[in-house]
């Protein structure tokens, strides 16, 4: 079936540090790509999303680039804030159907001053 | 708008008593999903809904466990009896579908702690 796999957390980083966070994916067919961030204590938000091969995901300084030759769609940021501390879930959906998003086991960022 | 919006925030309860959770939808939106987070697991489906009908509740743990959607808007999950392995933070997202965004918006989330 479908999966998600990203890199375990946690990660921790110091402010201004670059930062990519893996995430490789299995599924059959053409899925979207998301990335969805959980701040504390609140629930999952859209970050950003790709719905085919070669499209670029962008928000608040964050970037994935969908890679079907690699199943990839690695998150990235120049440069991390203390405020981008959060936990990240990469996620994908099929583009047929009204099927649900495949979640990761989401990865952990802490960002120190 | 309000966004989906879950009841109770948290919940302390003892083991065997029955837990209901409540959501309601985005207005207009006609998916709602149930997950449950874990550190061990991560985030599970446990439930989906199409226009008020269950689409996939394989993901539902037991038979304790059950889903209604009652109206297009809202929607519970019960717990009957619960037991201390239930305990997590449980989210109900909702989407509109055939848009082809296929993007869920969640709510805040229900963390459950059973004694």
Not at chain 1, 14 to 20: C, D, G, I, R, V
């Amino acid at each position: 079936g479908d999966s998600v796999t990203q890199m375990e957390g946690p990660v921790t980083l110091s402010e201004e540090a670059f930062l990519t966070i893996n995430c490789t994916y299995t599924a059959t067919g053409y899925p979207s790509l998301f990335w969805y961030v959980q701040y504390p204590g609140e629930g999952l938000q859209l970050l950003l999303k790709a719905t085919k091969a070669d499209d670029k995901g962008s928000n608040k300084g964050f970037e994935a680039t969908y890679r079907k030759e690699t199943t990839s769609f690695h998150l990235e940021k120049g440069s991390v804030q203390v405020s981008d501390s959060a936990v990240y879930f990469c996620a994908l959906t099929r583009n047929s159907g009204n099927t649900p998003l495949v979640f990761g086991k989401g990865t952990r960022l802490s960002v120190i001053a | 708008d309000a966004g989906v919006i879950q009841s109770p925030r948290h919940e302390v309860t003892e083991m065997g008593q029955e837990v209901t959770l409540r959501c309601k939808l985005i207005s207009g939106h006609n998916s709602l999903f149930w997950y449950r987070q874990t550190m061990m697991r991560g985030l599970e489906l446990l439930i989906y809904f199409n226009n008020n009908v269950p689409i996939d509740d394989s993901g539902m743990p037991e038979d304790r466990f059950s889903a209604k959607m009652p109206n297009a808007s809202f929607s519970t999950l019960k717990i009957q009896p619960s037991e201390p392995r239930d305990s997590a933070v449980y989210f109900c997202a909702s989407r509109l579908a055939g848009t082809g965004a296929n993007v869920l918006t969640f709510g805040a989330g229900s963390r459950l702690t059973v004694l």
